[in-house]
């Protein structure tokens, strides 16, 4: 008897923002309309507007675009749950989010509630806003050079890997000035491109320390939950199955390295062979498809993708 297939569902990180996302699931669905509904509730102004309608350098702003994708995401995620009977939406073995994405996965697998996620998500944006305002900093992607080489141009130029996101793509991270030698460093040494990419600070360094020490006071007064579908998570590329070890690794992503990669490398080797992406855009379908080509992947991104179905 053949084996059930496996799915993971993935949620994205921050860069996937765009200004009307998710006004036509809030116009379609009322199962997606509640969590509009919760978020502009648990954040005190209308963040569904934001959405909706921008203006665009609003919803960019590392403080409103993380809460605005968490939202968007689980909408998604909420509304094709709603019509699951007809869109045949297979249960997941795995969740995994993209950096932010992960805040999504946390709510997917029932740690969090969605009003205390998208309020965590939040202050998260908030904190690593303000540790990138302390020492200014950015983040670039690097096309074409192997993770070693760009080891070498990190320490070289003071200087982390961000992201190893799939092969030949990968994200470094650093103070500004630093950030523009490692990028003309990994050109000399064989990069096809190194494009700065549009955050506000050196996410997934230590120069976000701040932030860590912010959340870990957040983080300290609220109840999780064990996960009901295994977390792999961003940093070791394995899932996390208790409450205490999410919390750890929610503080350890900020200041390391996300290992997409290598998770979904993990989630293939376990015998997933369907990734569904839920959320805006298809980032990490792009990603996946590079990483594994023998894979299924499936996006859920918008009322019509969800009225189509996923079988």
């Not at 965590?120 to 080489?149: F, K, S, V, Y």
């Not at 760009?150 to 890997?161: D, F, M, P, S």
């Not at 992406?277 to 969800?306: C, H, Q, S």
Request: glycine share 10%; charged share 20%; proline share 5%.
């Amino acid at each position: 008897m053949a084996e059930p297939m496996k799915v993971a569902y993935v949620f994205p990180g921050q860069g996937s923002q765009w200004v009307g996302m998710g006004r036509d699931l809030y116009h379609d669905f009322d199962s997606a309309r509640a969590v509009f509904e919760q978020a502009d509730e648990a954040l005190g102004f209308p963040m569904s507007r934001l959405c909706f309608e921008g203006p665009e350098d609003e919803l960019r702003q590392t403080i409103n675009a993380q809460p605005a994708l968490v939202t968007v995401s689980f909408a998604c995620l909420e509304a094709t749950r709603s019509v699951s009977a007809s869109s045949g939406l297979p249960p997941a073995s795995f969740v995994a989010g993209h950096s932010l994405g992960e805040y999504t996965a946390l709510a997917a697998a029932g740690v969090l509630d969605f009003a205390t996620t998208v309020y965590l998500a939040r202050e998260r944006g908030r904190l690593m806003h303000e540790a990138g305002q302390m020492i200014p900093g950015g983040m670039a992607a690097i096309i074409g050079l192997d993770e070693t080489l760009l080891a070498e141009v990190c320490e070289q130029t003071g200087t982390r890997i961000a992201n190893i996101n799939s092969p030949g793509q990968i994200v470094i991270s650093g103070a500004k000035d630093n950030l523009t030698q490692a990028m003309d460093l990994a050109k000399s040494k064989g990069a096809y491109r190194a494009i700065p990419l549009p955050v506000s600070g050196a996410f997934h360094t230590p120069l976000m320390q701040p932030a860590v020490d912010g959340m870990a006071e957040i983080i300290g007064g609220i109840s999780f939950h064990q996960p009901v579908i295994p977390i792999v998570a961003n940093t070791t590329a394995q899932p996390s199955t208790t409450a205490e070890s999410i919390k750890e690794e929610l503080l350890g992503q900020l200041c390391n390295c996300v290992q997409w990669q290598r998770s979904v490398e993990y989630m293939v080797s376990d015998g997933v062979s369907t990734f569904i992406e839920i959320g805006p855009g298809k980032v990490l379908a792009g990603l996946i498809k590079r990483i594994d080509k023998n894979v299924k992947i499936l996006n859920i991104g918008d009322a019509d993708a969800i009225k189509r179905g996923v079988g």
